[in-house]
């Protein structure tokens, strides 16, 4: 009987064990994936600790990267469904699967922050953001000049202030879906006007999308940013969605003029 037990218990544990190296075998999967679907392309987790906490981030190295020559690199903030620590989420909507469906049409190094909690602001982890950017710039040959900021929804915000708070970094700004004055956060989250973003980063080109029925983050949010950069004699595109509500991401990073207009953008110029 004690030998049926063990035997009885061996296959449970067998069964179980099958289970983890299957659910470990997805989560894998869906990061080679999300990679962008090329034995060429590269994703790498990494992380940093900035004031005690640990921030994962995901470095996306495109077809063909090669150190012989400088590449343009790309920063996307998540929305706010995607923060946590997992190094997972900020992949799953915006840019990510827009690489994953046409690799060929980015070729720049992604990074991808995560921030941990959803209430915060991306401006409350610029230290974080500066930490990656730093990592990332030591350890592959980047364009300085060629250096953009990208965002959807709370990331949209970050983008703006972002931009605004270094605005010396920054060779071009796409917000999708952002506002100006935080919503949520604390003491370091931005509570200023849209005016003052759109003069501070009158010099970046912006290109910036909403949808007219985002009922998350109105459209009129989009519009005053993009009048208040323009006024200040910045160079602005607003592309606006009828009929499309919070996400409008999933139509704005398959734009088919985005990468090119956005990675022909020289910091200077």
């Not at 067998?14 to 090329?38: E, I, K, P, Y």
């Not at 997992?86 to 990510?96: E, F, N, V």
């Not at 980015?106 to 409350?124: G, I, M, N, R, T």
């Not at 931005?190 to 949808?211: I, K, Y």
């Amino acid at each position: 009987m004690a030998g049926a037990g063990a035997m009885r218990r061996l296959a449970v544990l067998a069964g179980v064990m099958a289970v983890v190296a299957g659910v470990m075998a997805v989560v894998a999967g869906v990061l080679v994936l999300r990679a962008g679907g090329s034995a060429r392309a590269h994703l790498i987790s990494r992380g940093v600790k900035v004031d005690g906490q640990v921030y994962p981030y995901a470095v996306y190295l495109p077809p063909g990267y090669s150190a012989q020559r400088a590449w343009p690199l790309v920063v996307f903030l998540h929305g706010r469904g995607e923060s946590g620590t997992d190094g997972r989420k900020m992949l799953t909507q915006g840019l990510a699967p827009a690489l994953e469906a046409e690799p060929g049409r980015w070729p720049a190094v992604v990074l991808f922050p995560q921030k941990p909690s959803e209430d915060s602001q991306w401006e409350e982890h610029e230290g974080a953001v500066v930490r990656m950017l730093e990592e990332v710039r030591r350890r592959w040959r980047i364009d300085a000049s060629r250096i953009y900021l990208t965002g959807l929804s709370q990331g949209g915000h970050g983008t703006w202030v972002l931009g605004a708070r270094l605005p010396q970094l920054w060779a071009a700004l796409v917000p999708v879906c952002g506002f100006a004055a935080a919503r949520g956060g604390g003491d370091a989250a931005f509570r200023g006007s849209a005016a003052q973003l759109g003069e501070t980063v009158a010099h970046l080109p912006v290109w910036a999308f909403h949808g007219e029925d985002d009922d998350v983050i109105p459209v009129a949010e989009s519009r005053a940013l993009v009048a208040a950069h323009t006024a200040a004699g910045g160079s602005s595109r607003l592309t606006l969605y009828p009929q499309v509500g919070h996400n409008s991401w999933e139509r704005a990073y398959r734009e088919p003029e985005l990468a090119p207009w956005l990675l022909s953008q020289t910091r200077g110029e």
